[in-house]
Each structure stands twice: as structure tokens, then as C-alpha cells.
């Protein structure tokens, strides 16, 4: 798989990439992940990717012709699966979704910053917005590096154990059960019998009555999307 982080901030993604996951799969081979510098695609002599927005307000936006530019030069070299711009108003990024791009062979990501992006960029060049929740950060280097993390762990030989894909909260449209691990006791605090008992079906029974009863207690509307699904 190819990713291509389309940034003003390259650095950013430089550091991030080179931990965790996202190196294990990159020292593997496979993956890449590419900071690319917007600002190598302005070709004013300041390196403008930014202007003021028509209309009058706050803020600046990033200008169309630089992204276009970045994007066209990596599609000539390798058509990508999705174009996917990092914006507030994006579709929430999920499980699900990163699922679904973890088949893809190459992703384009595109850092927002300032006051947005030109709407033509959103129109007419990405395939689709994603946003990492109901917040706002400066920029749109961290949630890019939050999807490319949740796709490359899916990757197969990312992960030391794969059964842990299949174990972790939303696998299966739930939260996890309740981790424990040595000691037994801990300051009078016991790990429940049953998963000393060595009995798996009982382990597997009591971890997913767990599951729900936490799903229920903390994530409710996962229950109600399952319910939906069904």
C-alpha cells in the first residue's frame, strides 16, 4: 500500500511515521507513507498555498492550484483508490471505514489548515471528507496520521497476532471486554474467577456479556446500530 499525506507541515508526518505500527509495517515493506510539501507544488516565488478568502472574514484558505498540482503529480505516477481531504464536515471516520481502505493500494490524503480549504479542491478533486470527530485542531496532519495508523494496523502482517483484529472494540460493532493480566491480586483487587478457571467457553461467554454490558453502559448507540444492521 502507497499513502501519500498531502501537508504544509511535512516534518509532522516525517516524526509520526517513524514509530509503532506504522514503522513496523514500513520496514516490512508494506507499506509507504510520503510526506509530500504542498509548498513544492506553489510556484510563485514565496511558495503561496494560501490566500484571502472571497467574501470577506477571518482566516485563510488553501488555494486550489497547488492542490490540484500535488494530486495530478501523484496520480500520474500511481492512480490512487481515494483522494480523501481531512475536514470538519467530513463523514465520521470509523472502524468501518478504515476497514474499507485498508483494501486500497494507494491513498492520497489532504492536510487542511487555516481557515479551510477552496471548495473547488472539495468538489471536483477529493472523492470524499473525512473528520475524526466534533472538534477542531490546527491542522489536518494528526487526523490524516489517526487514519493512515487504523489502516496500516489492518494490513495483514502489521500485527503480531491477527486474532487481535478480530478481538479489539468495534470488531464487531461492540467495545472490548475488560483486560486484566498479573497479578491475580492487586492491592485486594481481585481478576475475576472465571478467567483463572481455564474453562474457554465459560471465558468466552463471560467476555461477551462484557462486552455488551459495556457497550451499553458507555457506547449505547453502538447496541441501537447493530439492532438497525440486523
Known sequence: ????????????????????MIKRATDRGLVTVNAINLRDFAYDKHKQVDDYTYGGGAGMVLKPEPLFRAVESLSSQNAPDEVIAMTPAGTPFDQKEAEDLSRAEHLILICGHYEGIDQRV???LATKELSIGDYILTGGELPAMVVAD?????LPGVLGNQESLETE?????ILEYPQYTRPAEFRGLKVPEVLLSGNHQEIKEWRRVQALEKTKAFRPELLDNNERED
Open 1 to 20: 500500500m502507497r499513502i501519500d499525506i498531502i501537508t504544509i507541515f511535512p516534518e509532522i508526518v516525517e516524526a509520526l511515521k517513524s514509530y509503532s
Open 122 to 124: 472539495l468538489d471536483h
Open 150 to 154: 487504523a489502516v496500516i494496523r489492518l
Open 169 to 173: 472494540s468495534f470488531a464487531g460493532g
